[in-house]
């Protein structure tokens, strides 16, 4: 109710109980004061009634507006039902006809993933029988044999000996420049044959042979110092062999850091740590040019004992600044069964298991083609104690890298030319393209090494690689002498008597 209506009625109120004051007074001869009394309390009660009667009045509005509220709340709780019910009847209905859709097309991709696999086994097979077949030696030419003609048994004769007389051969090679593909010719056309003149016998040359008694028995056997010189072994280089265990004593052996990056971001990931030794004269001798002479000498082991002890420097350092990084360090497998250098390293790092997350120890793809049973007994240890590995200069795709996956090889280097196509490999059943997804089948990461120019990075990005090694990023650079703290090369330890 408005406010002007609520002092109009208290007005007309006012009027009311003044009207019955004078009525009281001047028709009934009322005192002033009895009838001023009355009309103030008639004025009461008509207030108190119209009081009564809007609060009456605002409570009905409220209850009308509470029942249309709960029936708009009713109306929206059923709305809400219905939808639960239809996003039920979805979840339940979208993943079975999802399934029946795509089960076909699963059992349709498993049976083509069977096919192709048994593909590849056959190709596969069929390579290695091809080259099989070309490492056999060429068959030596068989002497012509003819048959004597005044014998009964036609035995075969050879043209020195006494009596032989050539026969007439029944076909010959056809005239220079006819081809049975030219126009004109015909099958049944017999061109003139001429008997060829015998070829004198020449016996092929064998390589020089030795006999000896053994037990009585006479036996030949070729002698071994006349092999043709590519099957000999390379002379050791002195001069080389003095050089690097000059350097180990005087400890002019550098170790240099290379990044291996993130690819696109470009961000450092892990590092590789290389070895360089200097000559007396300061100049930087690579890894290539002093490696074959310390395998031939033996000096490999304490070339790995120093590269791992200088990496354990800089991974403590890198620690103290909170870096996640790795390092990878390349070490031979004549490490692995070092009496002087295996067991103390693995008494080491059994003391210091953190290191486990941090070092990644990297061989060749030869190296590793070539490990025993002591070396692989080695790697198992070093993987029971959370060590992972790396495969490095691959050139054979066709290597069981399953097997590598689950002796711990969690990475693998590959040329970025092979991946990209621009040098051929021996790859086997699978194309260079697919070798980073048949490594990530086993749970490994394929690393682009070689890395020089922008090109190999956007065709490394179309092929979906994301590790990249190699100088466009950064080439190796050396280690500050403060991180390596001026440390000697650990000497290499005493064998036990006896």
Not at 372 to 397: T, Y
């Amino acid at each position: 109710m408005g406010r002007g209506t609520t002092l109009l009625i208290l007005i007309c109120m006012g009027v009311i109980a003044l009207s019955s004051a004078a009525v009281l007074v001047f028709q009934f001869g009322r005192p002033p004061g009895e009838a001023l009394s009355l009309s103030l309390a008639l004025l009461c009660t008509m207030i108190l009634v119209q009081v009564l009667l809007s609060r009456s009045r605002d409570r009905g509005e409220v209850a009308n507006a509470v029942d249309r509220l709960e029936e708009r709340l009713a109306e929206i709780d059923d709305d809400v039902t219905n939808l639960e019910g239809r996003l039920t009847g979805v979840e339940h209905t979208v993943p079975r006809r999802t399934r029946e859709a795509i089960d076909p097309l699963f059992a349709e991709i498993e049976v083509l993933g069977t096919l192709v696999k048994q593909m590849a086994e056959a190709m596969s097979d069929m390579e290695t029988r091809l080259e099989d077949q070309q490492a056999l030696a060429a068959p030596q030419p068989m002497p012509e044999l003819t048959y004597h003609p005044n014998s009964p048994y036609a035995q075969p004769m050879h043209p020195q000996q006494p009596g032989y007389a050539p026969q007439p051969q029944m076909y010959q090679q056809p005239a220079p420049g006819y081809h049975p593909q030219q126009p004109g010719y015909a099958p049944g056309y017999q061109q003139a044959m001429q008997p060829a003149a015998p070829q004198p016998y020449q016996p092929a040359p064998q390589a020089p042979q030795q006999s000896y008694d053994v037990g009585g028995v006479s036996r030949i056997e070729p002698v071994l110092g006349d092999l043709p010189p590519m099957q000999q072994e390379p002379q050791s280089d002195p001069a080389m062999r003095e050089l690097i265990r000059s350097a180990l004593n005087a400890n002019r052996v550098d170790l240099f850091l290379q990044p291996i990056v993130t690819l696109p971001q470009r961000r450092v990931k892990y590092y590789e740590s290389l070895t360089r030794i200097r000559d007396t004269n300061g100049e930087m001798l690579e890894a290539s040019v002093f490696l074959p002479e310390a395998l031939r000498s033996g000096l490999v082991p304490r070339i790995d004992n120093l590269l791992l002890f200088r990496s354990v420097q800089v991974v403590r350092r890198l620690a103290t600044r909170n870096r996640d990084v790795a390092l990878f360090c390349n070490i031979s497998s004549l490490s692995l069964v070092d009496e002087t250098f295996f067991p103390g390293f693995l008494e080491f790092v059994r003391a210091n298991k953190n290191f486990g997350e941090l070092l990644i120890f990297e061989f060749t793809q030869d190296d590793v083609a070539q490990m025993g049973v002591v070396e692989m007994e080695s790697l198992g240890a070093l993987a029971e104690l959370g060590f992972r590995f790396s495969v490095d200069q691959i050139h054979d795709l066709k290597m069981d890298f399953r097997a590598l996956a689950e002796r711990g090889f969690r990475f693998a280097k590959l040329n970025a030319d092979y991946l990209i196509g621009r040098r051929p490999t021996d790859h086997g059943h699978i194309h260079p393209a697919d070798f980073g997804d048949l490594l990530g089948r086993y749970g490994m990461e394929l690393i682009a090494d070689h890395v020089e120019t922008e090109s190999q990075v956007l065709e490394l990005l179309d092929a979906d690689l994301t590790l990249a090694q190699g100088f466009l990023f950064s080439p190796p650079r050396p280690v500050r002498a403060e991180v390596l703290q001026g440390a000697p090369a650990p000497a290499p330890r005493k064998r036990a008597a006896g």
